[in-house]
């Protein structure tokens, strides 16, 4: 690695080499700040608690086995209603993106029920499923459904067709076509509704455990809120943007792989 | 009309000029001749596109391995009858034939204007696209580097297309045309948007794999010095039909910008505009 780097050394004045520590710099600083303020007095603890306090709830929630046992149950149904919506979504975008009749058929619907703010039916859904995990995972799944739709179709649709042409003249199948020229061409879209939809997914999954849970990160944080612990709030509040960003760095990494014939990600 | 203005040797002296094997084909027996070209033989063909009648009735007959070269105005019909020759259109009226041959889809290839090459896949893995049904079979590999190989590509196998320069792409495009030993090989503007350099370079490499392969080469152009400089025959198309048919009798390896090739293209030209004076 080494070797390679200083071989392409460039001749031109550079900015130094991102580590991976550089992107960290501005959060730590913040959590500093943050605590130098709380320390001094700055900030009362009422309104703000100390960084230090929040790791020690934190630290006392993950003695008792709670802080795991919520984070996992947010979790799994993070990964369920993104599985669940993200596989409809997409199967929908292919039919759409490949078949003239079935985009003429679902298209209008889809986009009339998109345009229903998804988180508007979370009362219409706590009277069909209660506050059950069918609640949970549907709304998860409506939220994530859309932007893989539109980004699949979108892609499939964008596809080169002189590239479609050249296959069909190279006599692929209609499975080598699919597989070879029109799955690799969409999938940069595809992965822009991956990453929407990420964000959509917490986004989703937190609204519904405040809203209606008896487990979960969101549900930790309103109970919480009645025994007035803002330690455990803000605790709560850090865990989702940690995770978020967990989220959109896996997607990363599978865009890197998957995509490494695209000019954007190849080495400089 | 199309044979008032004609100026082809007769029939039976073409037949003659394929006996006498000129200089260049003595030279490739010495090689393996791993395929040979097929004849065309179109008659009465005509293709409308709504109300715009393309082409209005084209008879035209290609000997095997005879390099042709089809030049006319844009809109003339030219692309339409290399589109009906490849198979990529449907034929209104007429027929299109490949002598008495049972032609199989990997004998007939065409190569576009944009490489069209699949930016997801290396560069060896875009010519195996090239061999059609044969694509799984075990020596797809070595088919396909021996193509990159002709094309002085060798080196560029594991690379991805969008690293390479676009006279660089358009030789992997021409090794994927090559790689299934096609008997017809169609060009659609093969070089129109290479620069004037790579463009000369490019025509001295479609020449020599011509004269190599022995297939059948169908060059679409508006270069008409390109035309002259390439093929045994230059065909005008003006308003959908034939208006000119125009041997280039000059042996090969020709010299660029020679008296006598200049002295054709002249003439060719002046059809060509003397028939835009007429409209």
Redesign the interface.
């Known amino acids: 690695m080494s070797l390679i780097d200083s071989i392409s050394l460039p001749r031109g004045f550079r900015l130094p080499r991102a580590g991976g520590l550089v992107e960290w710099i501005v959060p730590l600083a913040v959590i500093a700040i943050w605590q130098v303020a709380s320390v001094a007095g700055l900030v009362p603890a009422r309104v703000l608690p100390a960084p230090s306090d929040v790791a020690l709830a934190g630290w006392k929630l993950l003695l008792s086995g709670e802080l795991v046992r919520n984070i996992w149950v947010s979790f799994w149904r993070a990964s369920i209603g993104f599985l669940v919506g993200g596989s409809i979504g997409f199967a929908f975008g292919l039919a759409n993106g490949l078949s003239q009749l079935s985009a003429r058929l679902t298209d209008t619907t889809l986009q009339m029920v998109r345009n229903v703010p998804h988180l508007a039916l979370i009362p219409l859904v706590i009277l069909w499923f209660g506050i059950d995990e069918g609640a949970k995972l549907f709304i998860v799944a409506l939220g994530v459904f859309f932007p893989i739709y539109l980004n699949t179709l979108h892609g499939i649709r964008t596809v080169d067709p002189?590239?479609i042409?050249?296959?069909r003249?190279?006599?692929?199948t209609d499975r080598e076509l699919f597989r070879?020229?029109i799955l690799?061409?969409a999938?940069p879209s595809i992965f822009v509704g991956i990453r929407f939809a990420l964000g959509i997914m917490w986004l989703t999954l937190i609204v519904a455990e405040t809203i209606a849970a008896s487990s979960g990160l969101g549900y930790m944080a309103m109970q919480a809120r009645e025994f007035m612990l803002i330690d455990v709030v803000v605790l709560s509040i850090l865990i989702y943007a940690l995770l978020g960003k967990l989220a959109d760095s896996a997607s990363r990494v599978l865009e890197r792989l998957t995509?490494?014939?695209?000019?954007a990600f190849?080495k400089r | 009309m199309q044979t008032a203005l004609r100026t082809t040797l007769p029939e039976t002296e073409l037949a003659s000029r394929a006996n006498f094997a000129p200089r260049a084909r003595v030279v490739r027996e010495e090689r393996p001749v791993h395929t040979s070209g097929l004849p065309l033989d179109i008659r009465g063909l005509r293709k409308s596109f709504g109300d715009n009648e393309v082409l209005r009735g084209i008879d035209l007959h290609i000997p095997a391995r005879q390099f042709v070269a089809i030049v006319g105005k844009s809109g003339c019909g030219k692309s339409t009858l290399l589109r009906l020759i490849a198979g990529l259109e449907k034929i209104d009226a007429g027929s299109i034939s490949f002598g008495d041959a049972a032609i199989q889809p990997e004998d007939i290839r065409v190569m576009f204007q944009e490489p069209r090459l699949l930016p997801w896949a290396r560069v060896l893995s875009n010519v195996e696209v090239g061999l059609g049904r044969d694509r799984s079979s075990g020596d797809a590999h070595a088919r396909a580097e021996r193509a990159l190989a002709e094309v002085g590509l060798g080196d560029k196998r594991d690379q991805w297309p969008s690293v390479l320069s676009g006279g660089q792409k358009q030789r992997v495009a021409l090794a994927r045309a090559l790689v299934a030993r096609p008997r017809v090989l169609a060009f659609d503007e093969p070089l129109g948007a290479l620069d004037a350099l790579t463009r000369i370079a490019m025509q001295r490499l479609l020449e020599r794999v011509w004269r190599d392969q022995g297939f059948t080469a169908i060059l679409v152009t508006h270069d008409v010095s390109e035309a002259v400089a390439l093929a045994d025959r230059v065909l005008v198309i003006e308003e959908g039909r034939i208006a000119h048919d125009v041997m280039v009798n000059a042996s090969r390896p020709r010299t660029r910008g020679s008296v006598e090739l200049a002295g054709l293209e002249g003439s060719i030209l002046s059809h060509l505009l003397s028939a835009d004076d007429r409209t």
């Open positions: 002189q590239l042409e050249m296959g003249i190279y006599g692929m070879r020229v690799p061409g999938l995509l490494a014939w695209h000019p190849q």
